[in-house]
């Protein structure tokens, strides 16, 4: 796989568009920087790498909106050596970018066709998160308490199993809704049993599968 001069331009451009969306953490435009996004398409639709919106990669689902993983990822305030859960590992492109954060991320996948296929890509483009391959909306308690979760998928209400996975001071960033739109939703956890609340703008996600989740 080439990532030629023509594709950096391409992508310099892309952080560009969302930069002026209003994502002003450098280090998160940075890691855009870093990840060939077109590494995640097929050839016949190279044109729609660096195109700022979500694009399918079968299964029902997408690679997210680079605006979309981009906010997600400021929200989560990700500094070397952050411990990082990411709930719906998909394509892989938000856990490449994670891990261009120095993040350790550990990232869990419920459709079993896209955790195999993305668990063999992500190594062979040389980024390595911790795969898993189950129910994403009762997190990884395996490897608690986490300084931050992601989660890719919208949610019908906030699972508490991922609240009560949160280190001390740790942020979970999770949209909430029904299975068309949902409010992106941080939670910072303040103590044992206190937690924070913000509410910010509207995205569509698709929908969080699971025992906390929608159930299927």
Request: charged residues 25%; positive net charge.
């Amino acid at each position: 796989m080439e990532d030629s001069y023509r594709h950096r331009g391409l992508r310099k451009r892309l952080v560009q568009t969302v930069k002026d969306k209003g994502i002003n953490d450098e280090a998160v435009l940075a890691a855009l920087m870093k990840v060939p996004r077109h590494f995640f398409f097929d050839n016949a639709f190279l044109e729609h790498a660096y195109q700022d919106k979500a694009f399918p990669i079968g299964q029902g689902q997408t690679i997210s909106q680079p605006y979309t993983v981009a906010f997600q990822t400021m929200l989560l305030k990700v500094k070397p050596g952050s411990k990082i859960l990411e709930i719906g590992t998909g394509s892989g492109y938000q856990a490449c970018i994670l891990l261009e954060l120095g993040a350790k991320v550990f990232t869990i996948e419920y459709n079993k066709v896209l955790y195999e296929q993305t668990r063999k890509f992500l190594p062979e483009i040389g980024y390595r998160p911790v795969f898993k391959y189950g129910d994403g909306s009762l997190g990884w308690p395996l490897h608690a308490p986490y300084d931050g979760i992601v989660v890719t998928a919208g949610a019908p209400v906030v699972p508490q199993t991922l609240k009560e996975q949160l280190t001390i001071g740790g942020m979970l960033v999770i949209p909430i809704g029904n299975t068309e739109r949902q409010r992106m939703v941080k939670i910072t956890r303040l103590d044992e049993t206190e937690f924070k609340t913000e509410a910010f703008d509207h995205f569509a996600f698709v929908p969080l599968l699971g025992k906390e989740g929608w159930r299927k």
